[in-house]
């Protein structure tokens, strides 16, 4: 019977086991790819916004080259801090179902196994469900929700849809190493400056607003993506004027959503805010109003990197505190 099952090793699952781990509680994060496998998902060569304090476990630990880290500074911090630390991390196992089999008393499936626990932390990300467009042609193989890299597509007709950052970042690629780049973006979404609206960080609307004069970009205020088609594209405008774009790849970069099926099947509240669905959870402990599941990470209200990685260093002592309270009781009953 283990302490604390932690589903996902991503900033927050790997700040939870650092945390478990100096309180010698028996712990075991579960991650159903590679560790740290959002920051795997960033584009190749991409320079984070964060700084390494908003980013690193211990203060002064994450030394870029620069003054911000690329995707591969980042990630290579975040294994060799699991590798270093020797954290007790499963991956390539993916958690299919979590079972209550008594009050505080889990039991965690996997393909690989059965684990019981005290306590589960859910700290599974915003990954699961890009979000679509749900228009014809979306499912055509040229289509796709994530951005990896530009040089498949140097000299192609490249359409990116969406107006956050990815999106800003996937047009500023694309667009510098030369391919025929297009972003359908809402006005509002490119006439917003307030970076705590998720739009385009200046340092990236900056450079495509250069890229825009040096007409290697080309914006189109969308109304909506009308169609996917093998060789083109049909785009209503803002002015719903029906306009069709030669194509040969596209980008739907529009968010993506948590699977909140585990935690709602055990019984967890959930609730519709700023971001969508998030469960519902207490404030300062994080737990669930399912007593011994917690909550962690980039699907609760409390979003990015240095969220993710506070949110343990302050619950993971309280969660402990409290199974040593129940713990005790059970023990004197
Ligand atoms: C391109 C891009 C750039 C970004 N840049 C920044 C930045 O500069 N600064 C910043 O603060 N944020 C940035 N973000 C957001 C940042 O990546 C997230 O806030 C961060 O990854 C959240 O950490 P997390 O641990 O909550 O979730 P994640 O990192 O998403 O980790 C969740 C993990 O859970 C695993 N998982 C999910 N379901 C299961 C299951 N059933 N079984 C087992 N494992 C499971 C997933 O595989 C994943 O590894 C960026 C995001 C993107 C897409």
């Known amino acids: 019977m283990k302490d604390l099952i932690i589903i996902g090793a991503g900033p927050a699952g790997i700040s939870a086991a650092y945390e478990a781990k100096k309180l010698g509680l028996k712990y075991l994060v579960i991650e159903k790819a590679l560790i740290g496998n959002t920051i795997y998902n960033y584009p190749v060569g991409l320079t984070v916004f964060s700084t390494t304090d908003e980013l690193e476990f211990i203060k002064n630990d994450l030394q870029p080259a620069r003054e911000k880290p690329t995707r591969e500074e980042l990630l290579s911090y975040y294994v060799k801090f ?58 055509l193989l040229k289509v796709h929700d994530h951005f990896r890299e530009t040089y498949p597509w140097v000299k192609k007709k490249a359409l990116i849809v969406g107006g ?21 973006i809402f006005r509002k979404d490119w006439e917003e400056t307030d970076p705590k609206q998720g739009c385009i ?7 495509l607003v250069e890229q825009l004069k040096k007409r290697c970009l080309n914006l189109f205020f969308l109304g909506k993506v009308l169609e996917i088609r093998e060789k083109d594209v049909v785009l209503e405008d803002e002015n719903g004027k029906r306009q069709v774009l030669e194509n ?30 998030v469960p519902v959870y207490d404030e300062e402990t994080f737990e669930t109003n399912v007593s011994g599941v917690y909550v962690a990470g980039h699907f609760t209200n409390t979003r990015h990197i240095k969220g993710a990685i506070e949110v343990p260093q302050k619950i993971i002592p309280k969660m402990a505190e409290k199974s040593a309270d129940v713990g005790s009781v059970k023990a004197k009953a």
């Not at 993916?94 to 965690?108: A, M, P, Q």
């Not at 393909?111 to 499912?139: Q, T, W």
């Not at 790849?249 to 609730?271: H, K, P, Q, R």
């Open 164 to 184: 956050g950052n990815s999106a800003g970042e996937a047009a500023l690629f694309l667009a510098d190493e030369g391919a025929e780049t297009t972003l359908a």
């Open 248 to 277: 040969d790849v596209v980008f739907v970069l529009v968010g993506s959503d948590a699977d909140l099926t585990m935690l709602t099947n055990l019984g967890v509240e959930t609730e519709f805010g700023k971001y969508g669905e």
């Open 201 to 207: 960080k200046y340092w990236v609307r900056d450079p």
């Open 82 to 139: 699991v590798l270093d630390n020797e954290l007790k991390v499963q991956w390539e196992e993916e958690v299919l179902k979590v079972d209550k089999l008594g009050e505080n008393h889990f039991r965690t499936i996997t393909p690989k196994g059965e684990y019981e626990s005290k306590n589960v932390l859910f700290a599974i990300g915003a990954m699961d469900y890009p979000r679509k467009l749900d228009v014809k042609g979306e499912d």
